[in-house]
């Protein structure tokens, strides 16, 4: 098979260690970003380090440095505990904090951040896989750091929410990602669809063959309902770059082929597109998956629906699927495929 160029570009500028016999992918996680004038207090194995920006780099005990990385096998930030060692450096008077973590380490912390421990376990293994492939294609070399703990990435807990039922998964997953055309996808994923989930372009524009809508009758269909103010919703379009021309309440003139809004009109502004995913977001909606009564909100599900669905993905194991099924039923025409650091994918399994 033809290795795939992307993939080993990608790991051939990515940071390794060896860890026994073994070649361990490093991430770089933001953990923190400290504005000039405050200090962050570190909790090392050995003692306490306090750090912060200066004008030339990094204040550490009266010494500067352009940056400085810390070989610890574990710290604590704020009364939470994380694997790994530390990078600290300045740019633009602003402190970032950064574990320096093994991939599979990471995802020990991520699973606990993204999904409930009571989920059965072919549910938990899915979503270590997703979670492992959505790591590697955030691999940025060139960039400060790789992904940050928030769920604008993924949520990222560290060692102090590792639970067992999370390490059988991420064990019994262990380098496992979801790859298309000899690349690891953007593995994207969400908490409840609402009973079918999203094409790409509905809400990031980019048409991606294996982020289709599908049927997810397995889902929980969480049904909510919010109330908007017009006072609120100006201000949204206002942020927007978008003028507010008349009084009228939300109306939904056109939906996408899974059912979310594509086009509407309020207030005398008409808006389409993810433009109008946008606007449903910043008006604080659960989803796309909506209608409006006047200013009252109706809609099901939780989250963009792009991608797994997590509570879809519960009910599927639920029902008897193992995680492969589930992986290959919310990515269609992705294969199951080994990382090999430092060689790029191993030969595929092809998803049923």
Not at 334 to 349: M, Y
Request: charged share 20%; proline share 7%.
């Amino acid at each position: 098979m033809k290795r795939p160029l992307w993939v080993l570009g990608l790991l051939a500028l990515a940071p390794f260690f060896v860890r026994g016999q073994e070649k361990v992918l490093l991430l770089r996680v933001l953990l923190r970003e400290v504005p000039l004038g405050q200090e962050v207090v570190l909790r090392l194995p050995d003692g306490e380090v306090r750090a912060r920006a200066g004008g030339e780099g990094v204040v550490v005990e009266g010494r500067v440095y352009p940056y400085l990385d810390l070989s610890v096998p574990y710290f604590a930030l704020e009364g939470r505990t994380y694997r790994g060692g530390l990078r600290l450096l300045a740019q633009e008077g602003r402190l970032f904090v950064v574990n320096l973590v093994s991939l599979e380490d990471y995802l020990l912390g991520v699973l606990p951040g993204e999904v409930p421990e009571g989920f059965p376990l072919e549910a938990l293994k899915a979503q270590a896989v997703v979670a492992r492939t959505f790591a590697v294609n955030r691999l940025n070399p060139r960039a400060l750091y790789d992904l940050c703990a928030s769920e604008l990435c993924q949520v990222y807990l560290g060692l102090s929410a590792e639970r067992p039922r999370y390490r059988e998964a991420v064990a019994a997953t262990r380098g496992q990602i979801l790859s298309y055309g000899g690349q690891a996808i953007s593995a994207l994923y969400h908490a409840d669809s609402g009973g079918m989930t999203a094409a790409s372009e509905e809400v990031f524009q980019a048409a991606l063959p294996y982020l289709r809508p599908r049927p997810d009758p397995y889902t929980r269909k969480s049904p909510w309902r919010r109330e908007v103010s017009p006072a609120q919703a100006e201000r949204v379009l206002l942020a927007l770059g978008l003028t507010p021309r008349g009084q009228d309440p939300p109306q939904v003139l056109e939906r996408t082929p899974s059912g979310r809004v594509f086009r509407m009109r309020l207030l005398g502004v008409e808006v389409r597109g993810p433009e109008a995913q946008r606007f449903l977001r910043l008006l604080g909606l659960p989803s796309a998956l909506a209608d409006f009564q006047g200013w009252v909100a109706v809609g099901l599900g939780v989250g963009h629906g792009v991608g797994l669905s997590q509570w879809g993905a519960r009910g599927m194991a639920e029902a008897g699927f193992a995680y492969r099924e589930v992986l290959g039923h919310y990515f269609p025409g992705t294969f199951l495929s080994d990382l090999l650091l430092g060689q790029g994918l191993a030969p595929p399994l092809a998803l049923r």
